[in-house]
C-alpha cells in the first residue's frame, strides 16, 4: 500500500471547509484593500531563487526541491516573493501598471525536517506591492495583516518589527555584528561558525540556545540605519501608532532571506510552539532590479494557512457552512426530496441528502456525522400536508412548517 510523502498532508473533507473559510475571507479582505489576486506556477527556474533568496541562505542550500532535466535545474517554489517579481517583470507589469497590488494562495515546497507547524508542502496566503518607497506603504501592508488575522479570528499574537536599513546600511550592520561577535566565536555552533564568514546577519535567524543566549546579549540598535533609513522607519512606526496596530521593536529581527531591506516584521502566537511564527514579511526594495526590471520599492508578506488553522484552534468546519439535511422517506417523498434540494441549492443554501436509502434513524446519524446545522424531514404526513419537518441538530428541536415557508425560514 503506497502512502503520503513525509511532510505532506491529506487535507480531508471534513477539513477543508475551515481551509476555505481562511481563503474566503483572505479574498474578502484583500478587495477591500484593493489588492488582485496573481497566480504563478508552482515550477520555476532554480537560479531565480539563488539569485533571489541568496547563495549561502538555508533554503537554498539545504531546501528546495530540485527537478533535474537535461541541462536544465528547475525547482518546486519555495516561497512566494521571487516568482511573483519574476512575473511582474517577464509580463511587463512594471510598464503597463507600474505600481500595483497583488495576492496569492497556494502551495510551497521546502525539504525541511517534518514537525508540528512546519511541512515540506505547506500553504501561503501573501501579497506582494510593487512600485513604491513611500513608508506609507509599509503601514497598509502591516495593518492589512493586523486586519487579516482579526477576520479569521485570531487573537494573541505579537507583530515584531525592525529596520535592516538601505543596503549599505546592512553592510555597516554586518561590520557591527561582525566586531561584536569576534569574541564569542568559539561558543557558536558549527552552522554560525560558518555564518560567521560567508552570511554573518543569519547568526540573528539561529534557534540554538546558546546562539540565542549570546544574540540576545547584543545591543547595537538602530546605529547602523542612514539618515534617511531613520526618517523611513519613523513615519513607519508613526503611521502604526495612528492606526493603533500594536507592536514591539525587536532590533535583532532580520528575517532569512537576503532580499529583505529596511522594515521588516514577524508576527508569532505562543500556542505555535517552537515554530511560533504565523507569518513575516519585509521591504525588498533591490530585488526588482536585481532580477533584471527598473529600480521598483516593494514590500510584502506571507502566512503560513496550516499555522492560522493551528493558531487558530478547532473549528466546527462543515457546520459553520449551515448544511441542511434532507431526509425523505418512501418514493414519493424522495422525488420530492430531489426537488427540494434544487430548489435549497438555487437559494444559496448548502444541502444534501441520503442516498443509500437508510432508515430514519440511520439518516438522523449520517446527517449528525456531517455536521449538519438542520435536518428537513418528509415523510407521508408532511407529503398530504404540504410541510415539512425542520429539526435543529444542535438542540435537538424541531417544528413543522408550510412547505413553501421553509427558504425563509432556514435564511433567518
Not at 71 to 87: C, F, Q
Request: hydrophobic share 35%.
Amino acid at each position: 500500500m503506497f502512502k503520503r510523502v513525509p511532510g505532506t498532508k491529506d487535507i480531508l473533507p471534513e477539513e477543508v471547509s475551515a481551509w476555505q473559510e481562511i481563503e474566503h475571507t483572505s479574498r474578502n479582505v484583500f478587495s477591500l484593500y484593493n489588492y488582485r489576486q496573481i497566480r504563478p506556477p508552482v515550477i520555476e527556474d532554480a537560479g531565480l531563487f539563488s539569485r533571489s533568496l541568496g547563495e549561502f541562505t538555508e533554503v537554498v542550500q539545504k531546501q528546495m526541491f530540485l527537478i533535474k532535466r537535461e541541462d536544465e535545474t528547475y525547482a518546486l517554489r519555495p516561497e512566494g516573493t521571487a516568482p511573483i517579481v519574476r512575473a511582474y517583470i517577464e509580463n511587463n507589469l512594471d510598464k503597463t501598471a507600474g505600481f500595483i497590488k497583488l495576492y496569492y494562495i497556494g502551495p510551497m515546497f521546502r525539504a525541511e525536517r517534518p514537525q508540528k507547524g512546519r511541512l515540506r508542502q505547506f500553504h501561503h496566503i501573501g501579497c506582494e506591492v510593487i512600485g513604491s518607497v513611500d513608508p506609507d506603504i509599509d503601514v497598509e501592508v502591516i495593518s492589512l495583516a493586523h486586519t487579516l488575522l482579526t477576520c479569521y479570528g485570531i487573537s494573541g499574537y505579537s507583530i515584531k518589527l525592525n529596520s535592516l536599513g538601505c543596503s549599505h546600511d546592512k553592510k555597516e550592520l554586518t561590520s557591527v555584528l561582525r566586531k561584536a561577535l569576534q569574541p564569542k566565536l568559539a561558543e557558536l555552533c558549527d552552522e554560525c561558525k560558518a555564518r560567521f564568514d560567508k552570511n554573518i546577519l543569519r547568526v540573528l535567524d539561529c534557534k540554538n540556545e546558546s546562539c540565542r543566549k549570546i544574540v540576545n546579549a547584543l545591543d547595537f540598535g538602530h546605529q547602523h540605519l542612514c539618515a534617511d533609513c531613520q526618517a523611513h522607519f519613523a513615519k513607519v512606526r508613526q503611521g502604526l501608532d495612528n492606526l493603533k496596530v500594536p507592536y514591539e521593536l525587536n532590533p535583532h529581527l532580520v528575517r532569512g532571506l537576503d532580499y529583505y531591506t529596511r522594515t521588516v516584521f514577524e508576527i508569532s502566537h505562543p500556542g505555535l510552539g517552537s515554530q511560533d511564527a504565523l507569518g513575516a514579511g519585509g521591504r525588498y526594495d533591490n530585488l526588482v532590479e536585481e532580477l533584471g526590471g527598473s529600480p521598483a520599492g516593494a514590500i510584502g508578506f506571507a502566512f503560513g494557512v496550516e499555522r492560522l488553522l493551528l493558531a487558530r484552534g478547532e473549528v466546527a468546519a462543515a457546520g459553520s457552512l449551515g448544511l441542511v439535511y434532507v431526509i425523505a422517506l418512501g418514493p414519493q417523498a424522495k422525488e420530492y426530496g430531489i426537488k427540494l434540494l434544487a430548489q435549497l441549492r438555487t437559494a444559496g443554501i448548502p444541502s444534501d441528502t441520503d442516498y443509500e436509502n437508510k432508515s430514519l434513524k440511520g439518516a438522523m446519524r449520517a446527517a449528525n456525522d456531517l455536521a449538519a446545522r438542520y435536518a428537513v424531514i418528509i415523510g407521508d404526513d408532511e407529503l398530504k400536508n404540504n410541510t415539512v419537518t425542520l429539526k435543529d441538530m444542535r438542540d435537538s428541536q424541531q417544528k413543522v412548517i408550510k412547505s413553501e415557508d421553509l427558504i425563509k425560514e432556514l435564511k433567518k
